[in-house]
């Protein structure tokens, strides 16, 4: 079942109807749809090559053999390299078409010319009768090949796509669970298509979990390894830090001290990983971005923080065949698992809400000492567009909650933080169910309208 992607789809099509060859850059973490994608936009007409690691003199055999199917015989000809074979290309295509190469770094690895090979290509038009489509899960090269200004191919591409995880919008229409799965599900898989897939294959999240997750036999037993494979030459440091934030550790200086290294050898590493969308730089609300000593590392990606907080701390029990027993202890804690996993996708939704008649900005988390002097901390806090009012929000993922209780705390919260700068208090409930007395003056949010607008 193929959802979304909608508007990926017009923009390659938008480019390839235009009269001259164009060049299209398509990249994204590994599992999230783009050969599928691809398959939604070329013909059968069209040229889609896989590359691996082989040889570069095997890829160059086995690309010819590609284009064999549109031109009988080009594959007979022995092509020293890959500027033979583009050349003839242009002397032998009687029509226009579009040729794809599905992990574009593979071939980059093996022949490093090959950027300054289409450059001369594209720049000379030697390319007026095919198009080209150049895709890869390793974002960094991708991104190296095409938008470092040193790199031959900067400045010349006609698209350039990066395919990332889905919204929660659309697990709810690829599954069509009611809302609260949803939410569970997504908190566990996020928004990777394969790992819906796999995820389909069962009749429960759990038996999903301990089948792929949990059984050292499954497929997303050693994913992250294989995702760092694409990114990194080792991935021993990006593994570690992984491994302390889903334990806990958060604060720059704690990551530092557990790997036992100065904290500025961090920055480049964090830096990666947060560029990748595997983890988040957190500052409270109302504090610059630059401020370091109140930052927090969050891993932002559902699937891996899942992986980092139940499957890594486990390996060893995993691994001896524990799988029920370490399942009996992550499903005593799963709860409060989505529960965190609630809070930042009630965060993420709420730029895309409408309350009260105002929109928002980008909401935050604020945790920090009040006008008493005592530490506290509220869920969820937004400026509106306008400025005139802040929405401060709880998020809670339980059942039978005390709503006026959980209304008077964060209306008692608001008159202690030190931000308000007379703007006025929209007060704002994001809970599991609608509970069965609502107060006046709160707004509640349940799982079916976080569903609604994070597409």
């Known amino acids: 079942m193929f959802v979304n992607r909608s508007k990926e789809i017009k923009r390659m099509n938008t480019a390839l109807q235009q009269k ?30 896989a590359a691996d690691l082989r040889e570069k003199s095997l890829q160059i055999e086995a690309f010819a053999k590609s284009v064999e199917r549109l031109v009988p015989g080009f594959a007979k000809l022995r092509y020293p390299d890959w500027d033979a074979l583009f050349h003839n290309l242009k002397n032998t295509l009687n029509e226009k078409i579009t040729i794809c190469i599905d992990e574009f770094p593979y071939l980059v690895k093996n022949a490093p010319e090959l950027p300054s090979l289409l450059q001369n290509i594209i720049d000379n038009k030697i390319n007026d009768k095919y198009n080209l489509i150049l895709c890869g899960s390793s974002q960094q090269m991708m991104q190296n090949i095409t938008l470092n200004s040193s790199s031959p191919l900067y400045g010349r591409c006609n698209e350039m796509l990066n395919v990332k995880p889905m919204l929660l919008g659309w697990y709810n229409e690829y599954f069509g669970t009611n809302a609260i799965e949803t939410i569970e599900g997504y908190s566990v898989f996020g928004g990777v298509p394969r790992y819906w897939e796999l995820q389909k294959n069962h009749h429960s999240l759990a038996d999903s979990i301990k089948y792929n997750l949990l059984d050292p036999d499954g497929v997303l037993f050693k994913e992250p390894e294989t ?16 491994t302390l934030i889903g334990l806990g550790c958060n604060r720059l200086s704690e990551i530092a001290g557990r790997l036992e290294k100065p904290a500025t050898q961090l920055n480049r590493p964090l830096k990666l990983l947060i560029d990748l969308g595997y ?42 065949g524990l799988i029920e027993q370490v399942w009996k202890e992550i499903s005593s804690k799963l709860n409060q698992f989505v529960s965190e996993q609630w809070e930042e996708l009630c965060r993420n939704a709420v730029p895309s809400l409408e309350i ?10 604020w945790w920090g000492k009040g006008i008493d002097r005592k530490p506290m901390e509220i869920d969820v806090v937004a400026e509106s567009t306008d400025k005139s009012a802040l929405l401060i929000g709880e998020a809670k993922w339980m059942n039978n909650l005390s709503v006026r209780k959980t209304v008077d705390e964060l209306k008692a919260k608001t008159e202690n933080v030190p931000f308000m700068q007379n703007r006025k208090p929209i007060y704002v409930l994001f809970l599991k169910q609608i509970p069965v007395k609502i107060p006046d003056e709160i707004i509640i949010i349940t799982p079916s309208d976080i569903i609604a607008v994070l597409k």
């Open 20 to 49: 001259n060859a164009v060049l299209i850059v398509i990249y994204g973490r590994r599992r999230c749809g783009k050969s599928t994608l691809l398959k939604k936009v070329i013909h059968e007409n069209d040229i889609f090559f």
């Open 356 to 365: 009260k008649g105002k929109t928002f900005n980008p909401a935050q988390r």
């Open 227 to 242: 995702l760092f494979y694409d990114e990194m030459r080792t991935s021993v440091l990006a593994f570690s830090i992984l």
């Open 279 to 320: 983890i988040r730089r957190e500052t409270p609300f109302n504090t610059s971005l630059k401020s370091t000593k109140k930052s927090l590392y969050k891993i932002s990606d559902p699937f891996m923080n899942f992986y980092f907080s139940f499957v890594v701390p486990d390996k060893s029990r995993l691994e001896f």
